[in-house]
């Protein structure tokens, strides 16, 4: 009884330690996953919090151009 006992917990810490490796592969995924997310979607949008405005401007400037020649 003793040795089905310690082969049942033996087998039962392998299954642990298996859970544990795929649960810290999955942790790592998704960590990637929002680095890569945070990098392909946050950091365009703040760009072009700089860029919109810059844009406008020029684009004011040639429409004020355009104007005078009327």
Known sequence: M?????KRLATLEQK?????KSAEKTRKYFKWTLI???AVIVLPMIGLVFVIPQFLGTLSQYQN?????L
Request: overall charge negative.
């Open 2 to 6: 003793d040795q089905d006992l310690e």
């Open 16 to 20: 642990i330690d298996a859970t544990y």
């Open 36 to 38: 890569v997310s945070v």
């Open 65 to 69: 151009i355009g104007n005078l020649g």
